[in-house]
Nanobody
Framework: QVQLVESGGGLVQAGGSLRLSCAIS????????IGWLRQAPGKEREFVAS????????YYADSVKGRFTISKDNAENMVWLQMNELKFEDTAVYYC????????????WGQGTQVTVSS
């Protein structure tokens, strides 16, 4: 079973940038997808971005396309989410998760890291 630990959250002004990190322990199966999801107060958790472990395919929510970039290093078992042009509505707890489907049904989750964007 993989374990995922997020880091890199914090407080940033609107228009700023943050880089989230996800450290993965254990070996992800080649069929795995590693994703970032977020949950804002009073809202349901939503998909942000994901990447297939076996290749370079990436997937993004429309709300973050062109602003966020997901990347990974298989040798280091690391996945990152570079967030640029942050908006107030990006404020949420961000989770790193493992699954098979690139958009939903993730089954292993990290503990989350808080991102707060001040307007």
């Amino acid at each position: 079973q993989v374990q995922l630990v997020e880091s890199g959250g914090g407080l940033v002004q609107a228009g700023g940038s943050l880089r989230l990190s996800c450290a993965i322990s254990g070996r992800p199966y080649s069929s795995y997808v590693i994703g970032w999801l977020r949950q804002a107060p009073g809202k349901e958790r939503e998909f942000v971005a994901s990447t297939r472990w076996r290749d370079t395919r990436t997937y993004y929510a429309d709300s973050v396309k062109g602003r966020f970039t997901i990347s990974k290093d298989n040798a280091e078992n690391m996945v990152w989410l570079q967030m640029n042009e942050l908006k107030f509505e990006d404020t949420a707890v961000y989770y790193c998760a493992a699954g098979i489907n690139p958009y939903d049904n993730f089954f292993r989750w990290g503990q989350g890291t808080q991102v707060t964007v001040s307007s």
